[in-house]
């Protein structure tokens, strides 16, 4: 069974950082890709994919609000990925989920529908 488990969301003030982890299990986690999305509490929100990272680590994704602020990195042999986010400001707040994909040649990082498996979200809240 494959489970997808986010930790180190939290309540942090604007500018702060926080570093969020994606642990896999159930599969061999080298051979998927990784991204991280995020949903708001506003139903006007839609899912934003804000970083993923291709299987073999050597193609990243970073959404506008994230570049430069947001960096995306995975441990295979820890069953690990990561999204380090610095200079948080309170537009950042949000479910933050991972989810991977099997690796398919020719399939962007940035097709959600490839997405095979989610976790269950960690909150990030930023105060202003």
């Known amino acids: 069974q494959v489970q997808l488990v986010e930790s180190g969301g939290g309540l942090v003030q604007a500018g702060d950082s926080l570093r969020l982890s994606c642990a896999a299990s159930g599969l061999i986690f080298g051979n998927y890709a990784l991204g991280w999305f995020r949903q708001g509490l506003s139903k006007e929100r839609e899912r934003e994919l804000v970083?993923?990272?291709?299987?073999?680590?050597?193609?990243?994704y970073y959404s506008d609000s994230a570049k430069g602020r947001f960096t995306i990195a995975r441990d295979d042999a820890k069953n690990t990925g990561y999204l380090q986010m610095n200079t948080l400001t309170p537009e950042d707040t949000a479910v933050y989920y991972c989810?991977?994909?099997?690796?398919?040649?020719?399939?962007?990082?940035?097709?959600?529908?490839?997405?095979?498996?989610w976790g269950q979200g960690t909150q990030v809240t930023v105060s202003s």
């Open positions: 970083a993923a990272i291709s299987w073999l680590g050597d193609n990243t």
């Open positions: 989810a991977v994909y099997q690796a398919v040649s020719r399939v962007p990082l940035t097709t959600e529908s490839a997405y095979q498996y």
